[in-house]
């Protein structure tokens, strides 16, 4: 009996579509005749040529748009073809027929309204259609020329792989599988197979990667139809824009007329009823005539069992809809539309559906449920090597389009997430990074804030730390917003480590020995014990003291300058790592290349692998024109640069720049210059004690006393060194005063008793000095026998130079120009203070100058530093002969006014410049002879006030008139110029 009722619905329906075939073959001769009644008008009128023209014209353009339509349907006349049905055929054949017989039904109208018109309106009334033709399909070519690939995309796009080429997961021969079972081997069972992944998986990938193999391997057989209810669910009409998508896909791939109207039918016997269900918020009618229902039902049944092709339904993105749409979808799906030759292929995450709800479902039951509905279930799942080959092969795409992007500087960028993929700890990390989707929005957010212009490569920021916060920025805002408003602007100690002297540190926690003092404060210590598991993993990361300084006891140069754990200190107020970080994230605010430590780091490594140090001091950030501070950080990188790093070449070389290049840096000290040339000398000093010599391998190991008086060797231009000695390079004698300066400063930096740890250097001068001279033991002994050679080769420099050629130093010194002091950096100097303070600066240098000379030159004290007044001119008796030739210098040549007319300007300027003992200004400093007689010889000084005494007092204002008094500590003594009096008058009393 229910054979018979299928029968009966086909029958009926059949009839239906060979009556409309039949109508169809009747209104397209009705079409022909009456173009034939426009032809034979033509060919009856007195027409000209022209109008022919016209007519012909117009005909030939409908004809040509008939052949268009017909070849862009190619395919439905193919399907129509090759399902053989003559029957069809038959009754259009028909309807063709008969109306030809009975010469049409409208043709008398037609030919007399066409005779009552003229050529001119049935031209018109003929081209309307085909203008209306062109202007659309005008509008679609331009449409189609002006339409924007998303090649142009400057980001990563999170469109699925279309085919094989994007299968970056190794899906294929998965998905070819799974096409496989869903083609069933042809089988009409309709099933449900579902697809369990989380997003960002690949679902969508995969599904493209089985329409490719059912398109391959079952070319003709399978239908695809996608649907996604996300994108209709605020339609009023779901189950309409179901059912239209699904005939659109049955007329584009099989000509099935039959099925057609029933679907059609079937569905609006679903949704035309007073009673109602809902899906996803929609009513859709529920009829009370359920016969018809089930009749329509089982002709489709019929219909599609007959059909040799399979139509698969493929669901996608199920689980964005709230759980109850879900329920109904489903239901909808297996009480009305399983039906034969339909499959579906649902696409979820369980997990994710779980969490839709405010109420939390238990994750067995939501898999029961499903169940129920779904009959074969398979999950993907993402092999973290082949995510991590797609992020770093893929990104480039999107990087390379665009122009102001450089991919290896984002390669440099995310470089930190290797070490995540590589991690144990990998699992941790899935949430924020385990899936492409997730990888792509941290890349398009590191496009976005521009991060990719940064030089990770020459800049202080860690790789790791980058990543994390980055990941804080997207996964978590507000947190990230915490971040930045507690340190911001100089504040500090929330998330920041924080020292044993700053607020909030941990009580009980003492500062042991095995670590460096850091702890995290007790407000992130309360912040984080109310996080969830994943955002404290992740904060830990960057700012838990324990993991990101694994209680190191000492923190390395670049771990201080980069650890975002790290935010200034309370010598610090202007902020500090994190700061920088927060600002290039939040600010896209790059730090200045040139104050990043890395910077610094790569030109050193540069300099000592292949660069000559001349060519990267040539570079625009090294131009004096900026100053001297660029120059000291890269020269304090080299100097503590551990001495294997170096090879004997690249130290020569370093060293003979330093000490050829001396006299361009300035002498003046003034806040922010930068390097100073005095810091220069101590660096040489330091160069070669780390790399002045060698072993017997040519290796800095083995620095035993044979090894190391190689460094007296090039001090003193000794052997391989001949000519090209650090002293005499030095003291060049085109360098002046100045020179003479640098000389006396490097003497007193290989110095043993001045704190330093330069012990290569010390040992190598007290062994070239003398071979009974001690190189361990007291210091005392050491010093006296290491500074004996170099202190009496300096005064023979000063002798030659000065005492000889009987030359002032007072004067020399005195009229040193600002542009001689301050070298290529005078420019720059200049235009950092005001000219009256730069003058003052420059007689203040000129004072300490002096002072220091002839102290270094003339005192016989032992104390910090050993002068060379205490030597002999020749010899190891150590009688200080270097100091009574010093005074013999001083009051026969520098303060005799028979010789210069300032002597005696010199005189009282030399004791004051010499009186400085502390700091600021005392209401009355009363001198002390044992300030003026550390190098003048006390005699010597009480016979010269003898003689000049009255002379001295006689002269009004002697300081001013010798230019002195602007330096300002002068200035304040030569108010107080009467006490010098008293100090000298007593020297007389007292013999």
Known sequence: MQETNKSYQLIKINCFFLFKIFLFGIILAEFALCTKVILLGFENSSAQNQRECWFWTIIGLYFLIACIYLYRRKKQIKFIVKSWRFDLLLVFSAGVISMIVVGGLGISFFQKWISSLSWLYTVVLLSIPLVFYAAINLRKLQIKMTKKSDENSGFMSDKEGQSKNDDAFEFFEIAKRFAGRVYNQGSPESLVFGIDAPWGTGKSTFINLCREHWRADFKDKVIVYRFDPLRFENSDKLLDKFVDGLLKVIKDNFYAPELESLVAKYAKLLSDSKLTISILGFRFGVPFDKSSIDRTFEGLDEVLRRVDKKIVIVVDDLDRLSFSSIKEILFVIKKSFILPNISYVLCYDTENITALEHQKLDSEKIIEFLEKFINIKMSLYLDHKLLLDYFTEYKDRSLARNLLSNPELVSRAVEGLKDIFNSKEYYLYIPFIGDARKLKRLVNTILLLEVEQL??????????????LLIIYINYPNIFRKIYNTEMHGKRGFFSLVGQFDDHYPKDSGIMNTDNGYKNS??????????????????NKVFNADQRLQSARNITAEQATSYACFNGSLFIPKGGNLERYLNLIVKVSRPVQTEQYKFYVNLKNEILEKTNIADVLQHEEFSFSKGEGNHEQLWRVLIN???????????????QYALDNLSRYSMLEIENVGLRRNSIILFIAKLLDKVGWTDEEGKYWINTNENVVKIAEWIFGENQHKNSGILENIAREERGILGLHDLLLFRLYCCADRGGDMFNLTRALSRHGGPNNPTEGIVRNIVIGEMREISQYVFRVFKARYIDKSK?????????SAEAVCANSYSYINSQIPDDSFNSKLLELKSRMLSFITYQLGSATYSSGIPCGYYDIEGEEDKHGINEAINDYLF????????????????LYYLLINNRDGFGHEVERIPAIDKFTEVLNEDRIRKYWGVHGESVRVQESILEKGNFIADEYVAWCANQIGNVYKVLDKLIEEH
């Not at 640069?641 to 060293?655: D, L, T, W």
């Open 641 to 655: 640069s551990p001495h294997s790093e170096y090879s004997p070449i690249k130290a020569k070389e370093i060293i």
């Open 892 to 907: 026969e040549i520098c303060f005799n006014p028979e010789r210069y007319d300032k002597g005696y300007n010199y005189f």
């Open 808 to 816: 002032n130093i007072f004067e020399e010194v005195l009229e040193l």
């Open 522 to 539: 007790t407000l992130y210590t309360q912040y984080v014990a109310d996080l969830t598991e994943n955002q404290r993993f992740i904060l």
């Open 455 to 468: 030089d990770l490569s020459n800049a202080d920021f860690d790789k790791s730390d980058l990543v994390h």
